[in-house]
């Protein structure tokens, strides 16, 4: 027997929509946002909270991105060698519960939830985690007996005012490639997501001590600067292999620091003069990762305005543009600045709309992420609506991986379908052993039968056989016709089926 899950798209199409759309709404763009659980910066608010309220301001941030036509949501699920989901190899994170190693209560699986409820609103889910950072402060007594930093010791390194895993120890990269495991192997993600922190960020005065480890795994002759980058690269390689050996179909991303290198101490560099990098101070090299094909996607994060003299999101933006040729990217944009910031350029309602414009016009880029959640959650509507009305009118695909995978999609059918009071209802029948969307277009017209707009997704899980849309549709603009579409978690796309809707149906 078929299972159908119902999902509810909620799209209101109003008669003079086709009139305002705007044309140059790619069919593919990655319109992510970062949720970050660290201190509780986005969710929960609280981890004393309960799960109700808990559950209740997730849903208020997915649906604000949904409703932004957002496709995917980058959520932090271990901030600092803790997890945001039942682990064999982590304890619980104080910051869902209030106590480290404290299981939830009336909240068996968190992140199989949160999970759930993205997928339900037709939005990717990518698992963010944190490889190296062990602690977030030095206050050691607040953490779970079953934390690294007691049963491994051996494994920290303490660097200004926090812990953190010796990168260079073969045993660290293994045990974080059983982390991913772990979550790939029991969870439907789709994507498996780090940020910028690798080796970490300078502190003058301070030394990371990792001598030892050096002397002991460093080739003879290889510099310690060297020795740390292969020490990542190695880990990014691991993580790689990890991932498209258990769930080929799961993305890898990584989004490190928006300057790679100066100009002035490397040609290939951008024309920046940013302080620290991410090649010469977190000893990371997102360049050779995509040259190697370690990584579907890259979003750097340019979080300066157009025209910051050190660091103009312009030219960085244009130079990841230029230099990276194999993995998507996408750029990381920082709108928790907005109003909020000594640039004064952050003042201006159209600085994010104009960065968004700018990488949507250069053909390299495919998409952006925001920093974070919180960031646009019910403020500067003014920027909001600008959003809403010049950039993310309708929903997109997210870019199929770049290392293509081709599979024959079959065409979906349409188990049944009905009209009661303009609330359309659509049961489409379709098997697949990989998760796949669903789209609905708008034809361009009932006589060419030919997509023109995406009006709605709906994800249908690994081995389910269908799913059923139901949107609030206005007849005037639904009279050229509908159809629907199967994109597999590779990219690839069915042939369009054009759904048999009488023309009395929307009278």
């Known amino acids: 027997m078929r299972y159908f899950l119902l999902l509810v798209l909620g799209i209101l199409i109003a008669g003079c929509t086709a009139s305002r759309y705007n044309k140059s709404t790619p069919k593919h763009e990655f319109r992510g946002v970062w949720i970050a659980t660290v201190v509780n910066i986005d969710w929960p608010k609280n981890g004393n909270d309960k799960a109700t309220q808990q559950k209740k301001d997730f849903i208020e941030i997915l649906d604000f991105y949904q409703q932004l036509n957002c496709n995917a949501a980058i959520v932090q699920v271990r901030t600092a060698g803790d997890a945001f ?3 064999k190899l982590a304890p619980w994170s104080k910051y869902l519960t209030g106590k480290e190693g404290e299981a939830p209560k009336d909240f068996e699986d968190p992140l199989k939830w949160m999970i759930h409820e993205t997928h339900k609103r037709g939005m990717e889910f990518h698992a963010w985690l944190n490889p190296y950072r062990a602690t977030f402060d030095l206050d050691t007594l607040s953490l779970a007996t079953s934390h690294d930093f007691y049963t491994h010791p051996d494994w920290m390194v303490k660097y200004g005012k926090k812990y953190y895993y010796d990168p260079g120890l073969p045993a660290v990269q293994e045990n974080f490639s059983k982390v991913v495991e772990e979550i790939v192997l029991n969870y439907p993600v789709d994507a498996i997501h780090f940020d910028d922190y690798f080796y970490p960020y300078k502190i003058e005065g301070a030394v990371f001590d990792d001598t030892l480890t050096y002397q002991t795994y460093g080739l003879p002759n290889q510099k310690i600067e060297d020795w740390r980058r292969s020490n990542v690269d190695s880990l990014v390689k691991k993580v790689h292999k990890t991932i498209k050996s258990t769930k080929p ?3 890898f991303g990584i989004s490190p620091f928006g300057v790679w290198k100066n100009k002035s101490t490397d040609l290939k560099g951008s024309d920046t003069q940013a302080g620290q990098t991410t090649y010469e101070d977190l000893y990371a090299d997102p360049l050779l990762w995509s040259q190697k094909g370690w990584l579907d996607y890259l979003v750097p994060q340019v979080y300066w305005s ?8 312009r030219k960085i933006t244009t130079w990841w543009a230029d230099t990276v040729k194999t993995t998507n990217l996408y750029i990381g944009n920082g709108p928790y600045k907005i109003r909020n910031n000594a640039d004064k350029a952050w003042n201006r309602k159209r600085e994010l709309p104009k960065q968004l414009s700018f990488s949507r016009s250069l053909p390299k880029i495919q998409g952006n992420v925001f920093f974070s959640a919180k960031s646009l959650l019910y403020q500067h509507d003014d920027v909001v609506k600008k959003l809403r009305k010049r950039l993310y009118t309708y929903p997109a695909f997210t870019p199929p991986l770049p290392q293509k995978v081709t599979r024959n999609i079959p065409q ?10 303009a609330q359309l209802e659509l049961c489409i029948s379709h098997y697949d052993s990989v998760p796949r969307f669903v789209g609905l277009f708008r034809l361009k017209n009932r006589n060419t039968k030919t ?9 249908i899980p690994e081995n389910q056989s269908g799913a059923c849309l139901s949107i609030q549709a206005d007849p005037k603009s639904l009279r050229k016709g509908l159809g629907v579409v199967i994109v597999d978690a590779y990219g690839n796309q069915s042939e369009f089926y054009a759904i048999p809707v009488k023309e009395y149906d929307f009278k």
Not at 306 to 313: F, G, K, L, Q, T
Not at 412 to 421: A, D, E, N, V
Not at 451 to 457: H, N, R, S, Y
């Open 451 to 459: 997509p023109d707009q995406l009006l709605g997704k709906a994800y």
């Open 306 to 313: 157009m025209d910051y003299p050190r660091a103009s999101h």
């Open 85 to 87: 989901y039942p682990s």
């Open 412 to 421: 979906p059918g349409i188990r049944s379908q009905s009209l009661f009071k």
């Open 249 to 251: 179909w799961v993305q």
